[in-house]
């Protein structure tokens, strides 16, 4: 009814006058199939009056709607053809997707799952309830296509048409490229770094290998407000912009656990476990986003979580020794993972750690047995990329590791590294940034690492990584050699 006064008045179909007489006539308008209504005798124009209130009560309805806010992407199974849909409304549980390879969105999938909430009580007494989160999966989506969506109800609205790329068909042949953060938070360096992936549409994803919205220290400076969710809702709109247009990979980071002081249990990763839906069914993990792997082009990229157990018993370890088992390298030969925690690191933070060299002493046997090409790692702010390295000495054909931690959070760069550098760390450098892989085939890679510079962003590392396998004059049939050069 308002949106049908609103135009009537503004296009002026119906005059209503009014005066001071006792008598009114009555006009049929076959345009608009109602009464207008005239008075006889001192007429006052009210149409710009009933335009005004028009205008109001729209903008009343609008804020009375619950569109969705939050809106992020991920895929959502092994092989990049299905994308989750993760949004947040304040009241409505109700939902569904409309997609399509055009803004016509000619079809729509509907939430198949009651939205949820979940209950948090901070170490310091502070509660919060979430908004209800939204997860649709939209499946059979055809490889390395555009496609446009929205998201919300018919009821409480809808979000605006993002758009975004599936990744290239899994197989050796083709190629991918990935954006590699970590420890993002939510501040301007943060959102320099996000400006700078948003700029380049020729990445396919981005990987965040943990501490994603650092709120669990957002307010350290007020005791009674430490561990505040509603950073997590901050930091939701803060990468719309960014990850509503491209899938985002999630790994948990130490900022993640979060323990909820909830009377009934123990609940750690919470709202991490809560507002996002990683392929862990697909890749048969049994902890919901802790741990899961997937394929992208000829990549296999595994996720591990540095915070639950690891040990040779543990069921993070069993699992990645089968998904490790189940790699075809012949679809897949590149063999990624992603982890918070580094194994290796010259920075002067964060040492002796057990998620550090307790993980490393347990699972870096097995990246050398399945040959592991390259592993990210955030947790210390600052980048560094090792040469191939294992068990602590410089070891060609093996594992090349990869320091990104350097997103933008409030704690600044980790500065200082210890010296003289050690023989197997390449290049480091304490400065916010990010880093694009570009898997070329089956053989080539081309790292580069950006560092944040306003307004622009500068490259200050980049090589070719190359497996050994490829250049018969190394004599070796396993890990990367690094060559220093641009991307042509």
Same mark, same amino acid.
């Given at each position: 009814?308002?949106?049908?006064?609103?135009?009537?008045?503004?296009?002026?179909?119906?005059?209503?006058?009014?005066?001071?007489?006792?008598?009114?006539?009555?006009?049929?308008?076959?345009?608009?199939?109602?009464? #207008?209504?005239?008075?006889?005798?001192?007429?006052?124009?009210?149409?710009?009056?009933?335009?005004? =209130?028009?205008?109001?009560? =729209?903008? *009343?309805?609008?804020?009375?709607?619950?569109?969705?806010?939050?809106?992020?992407?991920?895929?959502?199974?092994?092989?990049?053809?299905?994308?989750?849909?993760?949004?947040?409304?304040?009241?409505?549980?109700?939902?569904?997707?409309? +997609?399509?390879? #055009?803004?016509?969105?000619?079809?729509?999938?509907?939430?198949?799952?009651?939205?949820?909430?979940?209950?948090?009580?901070?170490?310091?007494?502070?509660?919060? $309830?979430?908004?209800? +989160?939204?997860?649709?999966?939209?499946?059979?989506?055809?490889?390395?296509?555009?496609?446009?969506?929205?998201?919300?109800?018919?009821?409480?609205?809808?979000?605006?048409?993002?758009?975004?790329?599936?990744?290239?068909?899994?197989? *050796?042949? #083709?190629?991918?490229?990935?954006?590699?953060?970590?420890?993002?938070?939510? $501040?301007?360096?943060? #959102?320099?770094?996000?400006?700078?992936?948003?700029?380049?549409?020729?990445?396919?994803?981005?990987?965040?290998?943990?501490?994603?919205?650092?709120?669990?220290?957002?307010? %350290?400076?007020?005791?009674?407000?430490?561990?505040?969710?509603?950073?997590?809702?901050?930091?939701?709109?803060?990468?719309?912009?960014?990850?509503?247009?491209?899938?985002?990979?999630?790994?948990?980071?130490?900022?993640?656990?979060?323990?909820?002081?909830?009377? $009934?249990?123990?609940?750690?990763?919470?709202?991490?476990?809560?507002?996002?839906?990683?392929?862990?069914?697909?890749?048969?993990?049994?902890?919901?986003?802790?741990?899961?792997?997937?394929?992208?082009?000829?990549?296999?990229? +595994?996720?591990?979580?540095?915070?639950?157990?690891?040990?040779?018993?543990?069921?993070?370890?069993?699992?990645?020794?089968?998904?490790?088992? %189940?790699?075809?390298?012949?679809?897949?030969?590149?063999?990624?993972?992603?982890?918070?925690?580094?194994?290796?690191?010259?920075?002067? !933070?964060? !040492?002796?750690?057990?998620?550090?060299?307790?993980?490393?002493?347990?699972?870096?046997?097995?990246?050398? %047995?399945?040959?592991?090409?390259?592993?990210?790692?955030?947790?210390? !702010?600052?980048?560094?990329?090792?040469?191939?390295?294992?068990?602590?000495?410089?070891?060609?054909?093996?594992?090349?590791?990869?320091?990104?931690?350097?997103?933008?959070?409030?704690?600044?760069?980790?500065?200082?590294?210890?010296?003289?550098?050690?023989?197997?760390? *390449?290049?480091?450098? *304490?400065?916010?940034?990010?880093?694009?892989?570009?898997?070329?085939?089956?053989?080539?890679?081309?790292?580069?690492?950006?560092?944040? =510079?306003?307004?622009?962003?500068?490259?200050? &590392?980049?090589?070719?990584?190359?497996?050994?396998?490829?250049?018969? &004059?190394?004599?070796?049939? $396993?890990?990367?050699?690094?060559?220093?050069?641009?991307? !042509?």
């Amino acid at each position: 009814l308002l949106f049908w006064l609103f135009h009537v008045v503004s296009d002026r179909r119906l005059c209503i006058t009014f005066n001071c007489s006792c008598y009114m006539s009555y006009r049929y308008s076959a345009r608009i199939g109602i009464h #207008s209504v005239f008075y006889s005798h001192n007429h006052l124009q009210l149409n710009t009056m009933l335009r005004f =209130l028009a205008i109001a009560a =729209l903008i *009343a309805a609008t804020f009375a709607q619950d569109p969705p806010t939050q809106v992020h992407i991920n895929l959502c199974d092994d092989v990049g053809t299905s994308v989750c849909v993760t949004w947040m409304t304040r009241n409505e549980p109700t939902g569904e997707v409309q +997609i399509g390879y #055009s803004k016509d969105l000619d079809r729509t999938v509907q939430q198949s799952e009651p939205a949820s909430t979940y209950y948090y009580v901070s170490p310091f007494g502070e509660k919060y $309830t979430s908004g209800y +989160i939204h997860h649709v999966n939209v499946t059979d989506l055809l490889s390395n296509t555009v496609y446009f969506y929205k998201c919300g109800s018919n009821t409480n609205g809808f979000s605006q048409v993002f758009t975004f790329q599936t990744p290239p068909a899994v197989a *050796a042949s #083709s190629s991918v490229k990935i954006n590699w953060i970590g420890d993002l938070g939510q $501040t301007i360096n943060s #959102s320099s770094t996000l400006d700078h992936i948003q700029r380049d549409n020729t990445t396919h994803m981005t990987v965040l290998v943990g501490d994603l919205s650092y709120a669990d220290s957002a307010e %350290k400076s007020t005791p009674t407000h430490n561990c505040t969710q509603r950073r997590w809702d901050s930091w939701g709109d803060l990468i719309q912009p960014t990850f509503a247009n491209q899938p985002l990979m999630v790994l948990p980071g130490n900022h993640e656990i979060e323990p909820n002081m909830k009377p $009934t249990k123990y609940n750690p990763f919470l709202a991490f476990q809560s507002r996002f839906r990683m392929p862990y069914a697909s890749s048969g993990g049994a902890h919901g986003n802790l741990y899961y792997s997937f394929n992208a082009g000829p990549a296999h990229i +595994i996720a591990l979580n540095s915070f639950m157990g690891f040990g040779a018993n543990s069921e993070q370890y069993k699992w990645l020794e089968q998904d490790l088992e %189940k790699v075809d390298r012949s679809k897949t030969p590149w063999l990624i993972c992603g982890m918070h925690a580094p194994w290796y690191n010259s920075n002067k !933070h964060h !040492h002796g750690e057990p998620e550090e060299w307790g993980m490393r002493m347990s699972m870096e046997p097995l990246f050398r %047995k399945y040959d592991v090409d390259l592993v990210y790692s955030g947790h210390v !702010h600052a980048y560094e990329r090792m040469h191939p390295v294992y068990n602590n000495v410089t070891t060609p054909g093996a594992t090349t590791y990869i320091n990104i931690g350097d997103g933008g959070n409030r704690e600044g760069p980790a500065t200082g590294f210890y010296e003289p550098q050690p023989s197997w760390s *390449a290049y480091r450098e *304490a400065a916010f940034g990010h880093g694009v892989l570009d898997i070329v085939n089956a053989t080539h890679a081309h790292w580069a690492w950006h560092k944040n =510079l306003q307004p622009q962003e500068d490259t200050a &590392d980049e090589v070719w990584l190359i497996h050994n396998s490829a250049n018969p &004059d190394t004599g070796l049939t $396993t890990g990367l050699f690094h060559v220093p050069g641009l991307r !042509h």
